[in-house]
């Protein structure tokens, strides 16, 4: 975070809240925070969504480190999960209550940087931690955060191998828990950075310093592995994400498709749409079940074709320097590029990115303050929605009949027509 405590820092805390919200992040966690505790709750008073758990430097708290863990209300069992601190300031330990009372044990680091014996020694420390209270702390199924440290020359460029002895003390660790590294696993071949230097004056380097390591029985359950820019201002590291489903989640369906709102808050568009609706009414009366599933599958088309259409020139112009970042990140991993020509082909690529989705944020915070001005404490659905005690929703289960080929979604027993109804017609009148 390069700091979250002062007044001046609120920009930060409003933009990962808003980060958390948008992209549904259950599990974030911080470095580098600087986070005293008085500050801490004062964020807690502020965002209700927000459950955070910090630790801080033992005599510099609001300087120096600084460990944050921050679960999402809304989507973790927060008030069953605990967290331990290991290091203070360096290493915070959280078991994430999941489904079936099960557990899953994340301990996120910030480990020294710039100092290749205290880093060093860190891993040797959280090594003698786990040896001496083997009994109390629990095996790792995932470890992540800033590790300031490299275990390949891949992971730089320019391509260096780090210090021996500090990639033996991580591994040694690594190894005791069984961990692997995620997004290695699923990238073989590929070259990408978390961090990179932001010098005007020289060459600037980068690294893949931030990572998540995972236990290999999770690999086959963990998806969408991303290092993607954060769009909250002043960060030099981008975010590190992958989508976990813990042992024992049940298979969730493809649910409905359904419009995007900004289709149907536009006059022309919502036009076009019910013209399609009016010009099938007739037909709807003799035929209602067939008719009606496809007039469905119509209008998803013609509101699918209005999105891409109306799509926002920011996005179009986003996807178009993503596409030449990873074309960049191609000819750097098959060595076709020089080093020094790719580090000014991804400064300016990165540049151009983070702008976009500083943008980008920007004007999601102005929407959700505007209507917030509108219809805040007005005694309206949308005031009632944000002042009401959230809980995350419940997943009920249920049992598959063996041997038996259900409809999967809604709309295939309109489309198949397998309970479509035959009975005669009744007489408009008893005699």
Same mark, same amino acid.
């Given at each position: 975070?390069?700091?979250?405590?002062?007044?001046?820092?609120?920009?930060?805390?409003?933009?990962?809240?808003?980060?958390?919200?948008?992209?549904?992040?259950?599990?974030?966690?911080?470095?580098?925070?600087?986070?005293?505790?008085?500050?801490?709750?004062?964020?807690?008073?502020?965002?209700?969504?927000?459950?955070?758990?910090?630790?801080?430097?033992?005599?510099?708290?609001?300087?120096?480190?600084?460990?944050?863990?921050?679960?999402?209300?809304?989507?973790?069992?927060?008030?069953?999960?605990?967290?331990?601190?290991?290091?203070?300031?360096?290493?915070?330990?959280?078991?994430?209550?999941?489904?079936?009372?099960?557990?899953?044990?994340?301990?996120?680091?910030?480990?020294?940087?710039?100092?290749?014996?205290?880093?060093?020694?860190?891993?040797?420390?959280?090594?003698?931690?786990?040896?001496?209270?083997?009994?109390?702390?629990?095996?790792?199924?995932?470890?992540?955060?800033?590790?300031?440290?490299?275990?390949?020359?891949?992971?730089?460029?320019?391509?260096?191998?780090?210090?021996?002895?500090?990639?033996?003390?991580?591994?040694?660790?690594?190894?005791?828990?069984?961990?692997?590294?995620?997004?290695?696993?699923?990238?073989?071949?590929?070259?990408?950075?978390?961090?990179?230097?932001?010098?005007?004056?020289?060459?600037?380097?980068?690294?893949?310093?931030?990572?998540?390591?995972?236990?290999?029985?999770?690999?086959?359950?963990?998806?969408?592995?991303?290092?993607?820019?954060?769009?909250?201002?002043?960060?030099?590291?981008?975010?590190?994400?992958?989508?976990?489903?813990?042992?024992?989640?049940?298979?969730?369906?493809?649910?409905?498709?359904?419009?995007?709102q900004f289709i149907l808050d536009d006059s022309d568009a919502f036009a076009q749409i019910?013209?399609?609706?009016?010009?099938?009414?007739?037909?709807?009366?003799?035929?209602?079940?067939?008719?009606?599933?496809?007039?469905?599958?119509?209008?998803?088309?013609?509101?699918?074709?209005?999105?891409?259409?109306?799509?926002?020139?920011?996005?179009?112009?986003?996807?178009?320097?993503?596409?030449?970042?990873?074309?960049?990140? =191609? +000819? @750097? /991993?098959?060595?076709?590029?020089?080093?020094? %020509?790719?580090?000014? $082909?991804? *400064?300016?690529?990165?540049?151009?990115?983070?702008?976009?989705?500083?943008?980008?944020?920007?004007?999601?915070? =102005? +929407? @959700? /303050?505007?209507?917030?001005?509108?219809?805040? %404490?007005?005694?309206? $659905?949308? *005031?009632?929605?944000?002042?009401?005690?959230?809980?995350?929703?419940?997943?009920?289960?249920?049992?598959?009949?063996?041997?038996?080929?259900?409809?999967?979604?809604?709309?295939?027993?309109?489309?198949?027509?397998k309970y479509r109804h035959t009975a005669p017609r009744r007489p408009s009148a008893l005699?």
């Amino acid at each position: 975070m390069k700091g979250g405590a002062s007044p001046k820092t609120d920009v930060k805390w409003e933009k990962i809240n808003q980060l958390i919200r948008d992209q549904g992040i259950g599990v974030l966690a911080l470095q580098e925070t600087h986070l005293t505790e008085a500050r801490a709750n004062d964020l807690r008073a502020r965002y209700p969504r927000l459950h955070i758990e910090n630790t801080a430097h033992p005599t510099h708290d609001s300087s120096r480190d600084g460990v944050a863990i921050v679960l999402n209300k809304y989507t973790t069992n927060w008030s069953d999960s605990k967290t331990k601190v290991i290091v203070e300031g360096k290493a915070i330990l959280l078991s994430l209550a999941c489904k079936n009372e099960r557990e899953i044990h994340i301990l996120c680091v910030y480990a020294p940087s710039g100092n290749d014996a205290l880093n060093t020694g860190f891993w040797n420390e959280l090594d003698r931690l786990w040896t001496v209270n083997r009994r109390t702390l629990p095996r790792l199924d995932l470890l992540l955060g800033d590790f300031n440290m490299v275990d390949s020359r891949e992971d730089r460029l320019p391509s260096h191998a780090d210090t021996v002895a500090v990639v033996d003390a991580l591994t040694k660790f690594r190894e005791r828990h069984v961990l692997v590294d995620g997004w290695r696993q699923e990238n073989i071949g590929v070259r990408d950075f978390s961090f990179a230097t932001r010098h005007t004056t020289q060459k600037n380097s980068r690294s893949r310093i931030d990572r998540i390591y995972v236990r290999p029985g999770l690999l086959d359950s963990a998806r969408e592995w991303d290092i993607r820019t954060s769009g909250i201002p002043t960060l030099d590291h981008s975010v590190v994400s992958v989508q976990i489903a813990p042992e024992g989640t049940p298979t969730m369906g493809n649910s409905r498709q359904t419009m995007p709102q900004f289709i149907l808050d536009d006059s022309d568009a919502f036009a076009q749409i019910a013209a399609l609706a009016k010009s099938r009414q007739e037909r709807i009366e003799t035929a209602l079940q067939p008719e009606w599933a496809q007039l469905k599958e119509d209008l998803l088309a013609l509101g699918n074709t209005l999105a891409r259409k109306k799509m926002a020139s920011l996005n179009k112009n986003l996807n178009k320097w993503r596409k030449r970042r990873k074309i960049t990140l =191609e +000819k @750097v /991993a098959q060595s076709s590029i020089t080093d020094d %020509e790719s580090a000014r $082909q991804l *400064d300016e690529i990165d540049d151009a990115i983070r702008k976009i989705e500083e943008t980008k944020a920007l004007r999601m915070r =102005e +929407k @959700v /303050a505007a209507r917030h001005h509108l219809e805040g %404490e007005t005694n309206s $659905q949308y *005031d009632f929605q944000l002042n009401r005690l959230q809980r995350p929703r419940d997943t009920v289960d249920s049992l598959r009949i063996p041997h038996s080929n259900p409809p999967s979604v809604h709309a295939e027993l309109q489309r198949d027509g397998k309970y479509r109804h035959t009975a005669p017609r009744r007489p408009s009148a008893l005699r």
